[in-house]
Every structure is written in C-alpha cells, then in structure tokens.
C-alpha cells in the first residue's frame, strides 16, 4: 500500500510539472492545447494500458505487467530526457506561505474537491466492473464494451483544444 501511495504522489507530481513545461514550450494562443494534448496522455493510457495489460497479466503473470510498465517508464524518461529542450529560465520558487495561501482560496478548494469526486466516481466503477461485462470467451481482454466509455474518452479530441470550445459544448 505505501508504494501505491508513493507511486500516486509522483503521478500528480508528473502531471503537475507536465501542464507547466507543456505552457512553457508553445506559444500563448496554444497553451490551452498544449495541456489539453498532455492530458490526454491519461486517457490514451487508460483506453489501450488497462486491456494490454489485462492481457499481458494473463499470458504472462501479474508481475510482467509491472515490468512492461517500468520498462516503458524507463523509456519515456529517455525520449523526455531528450526531447525536452533545457531552459535557463528559472523563477524562483514563491514562499510557501504564499502557495498556500494560493490553495486555501475558494475556487481552488472547489476544484480540488470537484477533482477528487470525479476521480472517486470513476475508481468506484473500476472496482464494480465484472468479469462477464468486459470479457470475451476465457481470456479477458480488458477492453471496454460500453459506447458511452468510448465516447467520453474519444470526445477530448473531438472538441476544440481551447476553453471557449469546452465550456461552449459542455
């Protein structure tokens, strides 16, 4: 359990970090899209990592899917590594009592809050899913039958990048 604690404090530390490098690499008028494509990182990974590694922990044992998932880890450490252009730019980091004033405003708490339900919900349905609802013959694929899991992870590249286009069609 603490390593699922430890492994989910780099996580958001890696999406964190991710949207502000993101920013920092295209011009004004693109950084809404660039958060928007880094995000969807997430949903690319959920859409073809839960059943590739539904798959591979089933031909293979569990703990092969944990080693595909370091070894691609390991990879995308390399490709960011020189990928991502070094940058002399450095602000100073703010005092912390200024960042956390900064969270304890209103909108922030409510978009923490509105995060962690969102995330809550959609946990709940990853432990209710049942074998026979996602399964094809004796081998489960992982693969999600339900159209309405397709459409909503498929619609972040069907609506417009920018938050006008967002909040316009939500």
């Known amino acids: 359990m603490a390593a699922r604690v430890l492994t989910s404090l780099a996580h958001g530390t890696f999406f964190g970090v991710g949207a502000v490098v993101a920013t920092g690499l295209v011009a004004l008028q693109r950084k809404a899209s660039a958060i928007a494509t880094m995000f969807t990182g997430l949903t690319v990974a959920t859409l073809l990592g839960m059943p ?31 990928l991502v252009p070094a940058s002399d730019d450095v602000t100073p980091a703010p005092p912390l009592r200024a960042e956390l004033h900064a969270v304890s405003r209103t909108p922030v708490l409510l978009g923490l809050a509105t995060t962690v339900l969102g995330y809550a919900g959609v946990f ?42 967002i909040w316009r069609r939500a």
């Not at 591979?56 to 070894?71: D, E, K």
């Not at 709940?124 to 013959?137: A, H, M, N």
């Not at 999600?144 to 006008?164: G, M, Q, V």
Request: hydrophobic share 45%; charged share 15%.
């Open 124 to 165: 709940t349905v990853y432990t209710y899913i049942r074998r026979r609802r996602w399964c094809w013959g004796s081998a489960c694929s992982g693969w999600p039958r339900s159209p309405r899991w397709l459409r909503c992870n498929c619609e972040c590249w069907a609506r417009p990048a920018t938050p006008d286009g």
């Open 52 to 82: 590739a590694g539904a798959w591979l922990g089933l031909q293979f044992g569990w703990r092969a899917t944990f080693w595909a998932v370091a070894a691609i880890g390991l990879l995308a450490t390399v490709v960011i590594a020189a």
